[in-house]
């Protein structure tokens, strides 16, 4: 006999705090924001780097930080050797 999982129609309703999503995850998997508690931690390369608020600051932070290291990466000039 198999042991059946509940069915729920709407999860949301069972949240302590409704309309938190369960996370973000960048398609390269570098960086995550997890829920922690009421708060979301920001995880780059298996490290926490920050907590913050709400889950709009922490897509925010993790954008910022991906268009910093475009910018560092395409924006460098290359030196020219005599």
């Known amino acids: 006999m198999s042991f059946l999982k509940p069915f729920i129609p709407n999860p949301g309703i069972l949240d302590a705090t409704p309309s938190d999503p369960l996370g973000y995850v960048t398609n390269d998997g570098m ?35 991906l268009k ?12 020219k050797t005599s």
Not at 51 to 61: A, I, R
């Open 68 to 79: 910093s290291t475009k910018k560092k990466i395409y924006g460098r000039k290359k030196s």
């Open 31 to 65: 960086w995550a924001a997890v829920p922690c508690g009421k708060k979301f931690m920001i995880i780059h390369n298996g490290s926490q780097v920050k907590v913050l608020n709400t889950y709009k600051q922490s897509v925010d932070f993790i954008n910022n930080q």
